[in-house]
């Protein structure tokens, strides 16, 4: 069975501490992204991956970055958190064979932030 | 980049066939309709996706008519478990389309027993 694996699913943090969000897929997928949800905005894309080492701004980074050293592995970072930071956190994959791919948005079960 | 239009909420009752309707006006020559379901504390689930007329498979059927300026996810005979927000996406397919999808708010179905 695909797996997306977000390590922590509900975390507590203090104004200004390093928070770290880590993403494993076992897909096998080039793609791999990190979402926000807040209700009534809906999902929105922070950053995404295509390929390792690589990275890409989504429609709110600021606040954010991220680290994709291996393939499977794509790491969210908070580098001093704020409380407009709590929310829940999304990582999800996908991948996309020329002319057979759905290019089909795999997600990981959430990680909730709070920023006291 | 398409942008989507569905209704913030709906209630239905068990056993009922379920149409949620999705605008999407400014739809592009190479854009795919996709639709996914999330229920409470989980990651969007995929559920179907389609290109025009009609597409079907073991969950749900999509309708997309000829202009592709809106389409209906139905879902047939629905159960309590169907209670979940559903997402209407527009966007096109490749290798790194996905990062171009946006998700709207979504349709809150509430089912009833």
């Known amino acids: 069975d695909v797996k997306v694996t977000q390590s922590s699913r509900y975390l507590v943090k203090r104004t200004g501490e390093k928070v770290f969000l880590e993403c494993v897929q076992d897909m096998d997928h080039e793609n791999m992204f990190w979402y926000r949800q807040d209700p009534g905005l809906g999902l929105r894309l922070i950053y995404f991956s295509y390929d390792v080492k690589m990275k890409e701004k989504g429609d709110i980074p600021e606040g954010y970055s991220v680290s994709r050293e291996k393939k499977e592995r794509f790491s969210l970072i908070l580098e001093s958190a704020s409380t407009n930071q709590t929310s829940m956190y999304l990582c999800?994959?996908?991948?996309?064979?020329?002319?057979?791919?759905?290019?089909?948005?795999?997600f990981g079960e959430g990680s909730r932030l709070t920023v006291l | 980049l398409a942008k989507t239009t569905q209704p913030i909420s709906m209630d239905s009752y068990e056993g009922q066939e379920v149409n949620i309707t999705c605008s999407h006006n400014?739809?592009?020559?190479?854009?795919?309709i996709t639709w996914y379901q999330q229920f409470p504390s989980q990651g969007p689930r995929f559920i179907i996706q389609g290109y025009k007329t009609k597409v079907t498979n073991e969950v749900a059927s999509l309708f997309i008519p000829a202009d592709r300026k809106s389409s209906t996810l139905s879902l047939p005979r629905v159960s309590l478990s169907d209670t979940a927000v559903y997402y209407c996406?527009?966007?096109?397919?490749?290798?790194?389309?996905?990062?171009?999808?946006?998700f709207g708010s979504g349709t809150r179905l509430s089912i009833r027993p």
């Open positions: 999800a994959s996908s991948s996309y064979k020329r002319g057979a791919d759905t290019g089909e948005l795999f």
């Open positions: 400014n739809i592009a020559t190479n854009d795919y």
């Open positions: 996406l527009v966007g096109p397919r490749g290798y790194s389309s996905a990062s171009k999808i946006i």
